[in-house]
């Protein structure tokens, strides 16, 4: 990180959503505002700017946090995903924008890009720790507590989650059958 001539602002490298960029940034912007602001992704929403609603949602280094709480400065070199990373022209939707379409998860849509960012970042923390995770009904609701939904849209997004966290699990189950049947048995 370089530090310009004025103490307020230094020049950052970001990689969001597999581009990289080069940013004049001055220190007291936040990464929601980063985002939405300077690089035009405004599908993370500022709801609440406090980090209390999670429409701001998004991953850093995998890991979902809320945007709004930090500041772009402090994460020179980061890998950042927003909702428009999840999905791309050649592979489609991701998986849990299908399952939100599929069950019809939302209302105003608002909160959805927070929501799904979140959803997102809950199965790869069940995917690292799969012993810990609960991803049943209550477990899921829980997990995804911190992302509201002013439209009470809750019991059909933890169905979306579930569907997904369903189809990986199974996934996961037919490639451990496959390489146990590939096993040679002396
Ligand atoms: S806008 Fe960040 S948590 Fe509400
Ligand atoms: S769908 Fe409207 S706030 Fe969640």
Same mark, same amino acid.
Do not use: W
């Given at each position: 990180?370089?530090?310009?001539?004025?103490?307020?602002?230094?020049?950052?490298?970001?990689?969001?959503?597999?581009?990289?960029?080069?940013?004049?940034?001055?220190?007291?912007?936040?990464?929601?505002?980063?985002?939405?602001?300077?690089?035009?992704?405004?599908?993370?929403?500022?709801?609440?700017?406090?980090?209390?609603?999670?429409?701001?949602?998004?991953?850093?280094?995998?890991?979902?946090?809320?945007?709004?709480?930090?500041?772009?400065?402090?994460?020179?070199?980061?890998?950042?995903?927003?909702?428009?990373?999840?999905?791309?022209?050649?592979?489609?939707?991701?998986?849990?924008?299908?399952?939100?379409?599929?069950?019809?998860?939302?209302?105003?849509?608002?909160?959805?890009?927070?929501?799904?960012?979140? =959803?997102?970042?809950?199965? *790869?923390? %069940? &995917? !690292? $720790?799969?012993?810990? /995770?609960?991803?049943?009904? @209550?477990?899921?609701?829980?997990?995804?507590?911190?992302?509201?939904?002013?439209?009470?849209?809750?019991?059909?997004?933890?169905?979306?989650?579930?569907?997904?966290?369903? =189809?990986?699990?199974?996934? *996961?189950? %037919? &490639? !451990? $059958?496959?390489?146990? /049947?590939?096993?040679?048995? @002396?």
């Amino acid at each position: 990180m370089e530090h310009s001539t004025q103490e307020t602002r230094s020049r950052i490298g970001l990689h969001v959503n597999g581009r990289s960029y080069e940013l004049d940034v001055d220190h007291r912007v936040t990464l929601l505002d980063l985002l939405r602001e300077h690089l035009g992704l405004t599908g993370a929403k500022k709801g609440c700017d406090h980090g209390q609603c999670g429409a701001c949602t998004v991953l850093v280094e995998g890991r979902r946090v809320n945007s709004c709480l930090l500041l772009a400065v402090a994460h020179d070199g980061s890998r950042v995903t927003t909702v428009e990373g999840l999905g791309d022209d050649t592979q489609g939707l991701h998986p849990l924008q299908e399952a939100f379409l599929e069950r019809d998860a939302y209302q105003c849509g608002y909160c959805t890009p927070g929501q799904l960012c979140s =959803a997102v970042g809950l199965l *790869a923390e %069940a &995917a !690292a $720790d799969p012993g810990a /995770a609960d991803l049943g009904r @209550a477990g899921i609701a829980e997990a995804m507590s911190g992302n509201l939904c002013r439209c009470g849209a809750y019991p059909r997004i933890v169905d979306a989650v579930r569907d997904v966290a369903a =189809a990986s699990a199974s996934a *996961a189950t %037919a &490639a !451990a $059958d496959a390489a146990g /049947a590939g096993r040679v048995v @002396a």
